[in-house]
Nanobody, 135 residues
Framework: QVRLQESGGDSVQAGGSLRLSCAVF????????MGWIRQAPGKEREVVAA???????AYADAVKGRFTISEDKDKNALYLEMTGLAAEDSAMYYC?????????????????????????????WGQGTQVTVSS
């Protein structure tokens, strides 16, 4: 069974930094693309950063220059380094994976909408980690 486990969320002051981590378990295919999505209360889910297996990556305009996505292929892990955090960054952050073999049965997907995103559609998710930034 595929499982994505996020960690690293916390409550911080504005201007602070956090590093989110995501570990992938039970995924037997080569990971082609992964990313981070966030959702704040009352707002739509939005992709924050994404990275493919060749290292191509992209960021949402709101986080460019402040967030950095990286991976450790040996550990099947994904990271999101966040600096200069602001109140508007407060959200639940989800690690997500694009798989050519989607989950069995009903599942929720997230389409990135083209553009510069290296991934097309996330179809595996974690449970999320909460980031709260106080001003």
């Amino acid at each position: 069974q595929v499982r994505l486990q996020e960690s690293g969320g916390d409550s911080v002051q504005a201007g602070g930094s956090l590093r989110l981590s995501c570990a992938v378990f039970g995924y037997t295919y080569s990971i082609s693309c992964m990313g981070w999505i966030r959702q704040a209360p009352g707002k739509e889910r939005e992709v924050v950063a994404a990275m493919d297996s060749n290292g191509a990556h992209a960021y949402a305009d709101a986080v460019k220059g402040r967030f950095t996505i990286s991976e450790d292929k040996d550990k099947n892990a994904l990271y999101l380094e966040m600096t200069g955090l602001a109140a508007e960054d407060s959200a639940m952050y989800y690690c997500a994976l694009e798989s050519p073999v989607p989950p069995e049965g009903d599942y929720e997907d997230f389409r990135l909408g083209g553009g510069n995103w290296p991934c097309s559609e996330f179809n595996y998710w974690g449970q999320g980690t909460q980031v709260t930034v106080s001003s």
